[in-house]
């Protein structure tokens, strides 16, 4: 398991690298990987964000069938491995979990799909009726991605600009991603993630499903004592993963943090919580 959280935060990590990097590769004539986490290109393979799809569709637009394409294929990830995006994929998660290591607020709250539902649907409600895909705008994973994009532009053209030009264009597409997280962490919660971030709703209804893995409890074999347990306090969303209610498959990202140390407690016994598919 140590292996695993290790690895996780490797990936984490090499994603918000490799965004950064790929403007500056792909000026220098590399092409097998290119886009935005909006519509993203490896070596042919699509990958795009499943709401993004049916924004345009509801804007009134067929997608493409590269952006389809590239829907399905998050989706049927999130319907394999369960929300694995939230917890090893995305840039602005990996950011926001660094934070909430810094200042942790161990208070407890309700689950926040409702709210993130909520926002999904009067996003969607309105791109009909402003025939854009209003709902990018509060993707800060996406939205951190194409800035890297945008913020390499002045700096890496023929072109000499002045210094507060250049300021400004690479500052201007991280504006809201900092600002969020200034607000985690001076509250200590993962604010976007839990309760406001639209696109990770269509992930969470294919996690949802039967075939997607979740975490599972077997807490006969639990032997914390009480207000020691080392899994409660692991969880970086702030879920109870001991309350089914707490961390559902609505809410729970399936990164881990609660099995390894439920894992570390028990030694060689086998853990009180584990992740797999139900029997």
């Given at each position: 398991?140590?292996?695993?959280?290790?690895?996780?935060?490797?990936?984490?990590?090499a994603v918000l690298l490799l965004l950064a990097a790929l403007p500056w590769l792909n000026r220098s004539g590399f092409t097998g990987m290119k886009g935005s986490l909006f519509a993203f290109d490896c070596f042919g393979l699509p990958f795009a964000d499943p709401l993004g799809a049916v924004q345009v569709f509801l804007s009134g637009i067929v997608p493409g069938?590269?952006?389809?394409?590239?829907?399905?294929?998050?989706?049927?990830?999130?319907?394999?491995?369960?929300?694995?995006?939230?917890?090893?994929?995305?840039?602005?998660?990996?950011?926001?979990?660094?934070?909430?290591?810094?200042?942790?607020?161990?208070?407890?709250?309700?689950?926040?799909?409702?709210?993130?539902?909520?926002?999904?649907?009067?996003?969607?409600?309105?791109?009909?009726?402003?025939?854009?895909?209003?709902?990018?705008?509060?993707?800060?994973?996406?939205?951190?991605?194409?800035?890297?994009?945008?913020?390499?532009?002045?700096?890496?053209?023929?072109?000499?600009?002045?210094?507060?030009?250049?300021?400004?264009?690479?500052?201007?597409?991280?504006?809201?991603?900092?600002?969020?997280?200034?607000?985690?962490?001076?509250?200590?919660?993962?604010?976007?993630?839990?309760?406001?971030?639209?696109?990770?709703?269509?992930?969470?209804?294919?996690?949802?499903?039967?075939?997607?893995?979740?975490?599972?409890?077997?807490?006969?074999?639990?032997?914390?004592?009480?207000?020691?347990?080392?899994?409660?306090?692991?969880?970086?969303?702030?879920?109870?993963?001991?309350?089914?209610?707490?961390?559902?498959?609505?809410?729970?990202?399936?990164?881990?943090?609660?099995?390894?140390?439920?894992?570390?407690?028990?030694?060689?016994?086998?853990?009180?919580?584990?992740?797999?598919?139900?029997?």
């Amino acid at each position: 398991m140590n292996r695993l959280f290790r690895l996780r935060r490797f990936v984490q990590a090499a994603v918000l690298l490799l965004l950064a990097a790929l403007p500056w590769l792909n000026r220098s004539g590399f092409t097998g990987m290119k886009g935005s986490l909006f519509a993203f290109d490896c070596f042919g393979l699509p990958f795009a964000d499943p709401l993004g799809a049916v924004q345009v569709f509801l804007s009134g637009i067929v997608p493409g069938w590269r952006l389809i394409g590239g829907a399905l294929l998050a989706l049927m990830l999130a319907l394999c491995l369960g929300r694995v995006f939230c917890s090893w994929l995305c840039p602005f998660g990996f950011l926001s979990e660094l934070v909430h290591k810094l200042h942790r607020n161990d208070a407890r709250k309700p689950g926040g799909f409702r709210s993130r539902a909520a926002v999904a649907a009067v996003g969607l409600a309105l791109v009909p009726l402003l025939g854009i895909p209003l709902l990018n705008q509060l993707s800060l994973p996406g939205g951190l991605s194409l800035g890297l994009i945008t913020a390499s532009a002045p700096l890496s053209a023929k072109t000499v600009h002045p210094l507060p030009q250049q300021v400004f264009f690479f500052a201007l597409p991280f504006l809201p991603v900092l600002a969020v997280l200034i607000a985690e962490a001076v509250t200590g919660k993962r604010l976007w993630c839990r309760w406001v971030c639209p696109q990770s709703v269509l992930l969470t209804l294919m996690a949802r499903l039967p075939l997607a893995p979740r975490l599972r409890r077997r807490l006969d074999r639990c032997t914390c004592k009480p207000g020691a347990q080392a899994c409660r306090s692991a969880c970086p969303l702030g879920l109870d993963p001991r309350s089914p209610r707490s961390a559902s498959p609505l809410e729970c990202t399936n990164c881990g943090a609660c099995v390894l140390a439920c894992s570390r407690v028990h030694g060689e016994a086998p853990a009180a919580l584990e992740i797999g598919r139900e029997t």
